[in-house]
């Protein structure tokens, strides 16, 4: 099956610094990929997602590209807010049976003003 | 749109007893439902995926006669842990996919947390 490996968090930056997130994943055939994003006390949003290889996806600021050689989906953004602090998991789901989400450990942004 | 809700948002049990979490989506219809369990720090993993009117698919090592769910509307599911322990004390998420869409995007809700005492 898939498997999604992720850095440590928690990662801590100033406001207006640049983040990544490494992610890396396992999988057999071509997963579609995501981030996910948690902010306190609510549930999992979807941030961005990719369905095939070179495709990039993107949305409020962050950035995340499908890269097959590499076997990774990275997640940036060029300049951090304070409300984007929150848990950021990465994700791969399977495009057979029941489409089931594997997830990464997931990296907590901390962001100071 | 794409909402969707659990029920209780925390629970505290004692030990022996059985707690129900249910999982909603309020604004369209969730052919499938999928039930994760999320640990401090650690990922969320998949517990079972259930369909409308079917039984649930547990996943290795999950045990389906403690955690018993079932899918009887298509708004609704229902997650049982029977006769709970500390051990089972933990972050309870759900999410609900609508499968005509091609997307198959899943929902998640809040999340449920329990802990039994």
């Known amino acids: 099956g898939n498997s999604v490996t992720q850095m440590e968090g928690p990662v801590t930056l100033s406001e207006e610094a640049f983040l990544t997130i490494n992610c890396t994943y396992t999988?057999?055939?071509?997963?579609?990929l995501f981030w996910y994003v948690q902010y306190p006390g609510e549930g999992l949003q979807l941030l961005l997602k990719?369905?095939?290889?070179?495709d990039k996806g993107s949305n409020k600021g962050f950035e995340a590209t499908y890269r097959k050689e590499t076997t990774s989906f990275h997640l940036e953004k060029g300049s951090v807010q304070v409300s984007d602090s929150a848990v950021y998991f990465c994700?791969?789901?399977?495009?057979?049976?029941?489409?089931?989400?594997?997830f990464g450990t997931g990296t907590r942004l901390l962001v100071s003003p | 749109g794409a909402v969707v809700s659990q029920h209780p948002s925390w629970v505290i049990c004692k030990s022996g007893t059985s707690v129900k979490i249910e999982c909603r989506s309020l604004?369209?219809?969730?052919?499938?439902m999928f039930w994760y369990r999320q640990f401090p720090k650690k990922s969320l993993m998949l517990m079972a995926t259930?369909?409308?009117?079917?039984?649930?698919?547990?996943e290795q090592g999950v045990e389906k006669d403690k955690f018993l769910i079932n899918h009887a509307s298509l708004t609704l599911s229902t997650l049982t842990v029977t006769s709970a322990h500390p051990e089972d004390s933990s972050f309870y998420i759900c999410?609900?996919?609508?499968?005509?869409?091609?997307?198959?995007?899943?929902?998640f809700g809040p999340g449920t947390r329990l802990t039994v005492t």
């Open positions: 999410s609900a996919r609508e499968d005509r869409k091609s997307s198959y995007e899943q929902y």
């Open positions: 994700a791969a789901r399977e495009n057979t049976g029941f489409q089931k989400l594997v």
């Open positions: 990719a369905t095939k290889a070179d």
């Open positions: 604004d369209f219809q969730a052919t499938t």
């Open positions: 999988a057999t055939g071509y997963p579609s």
């Open positions: 259930s369909n409308e009117g079917s039984k649930a698919t547990y």
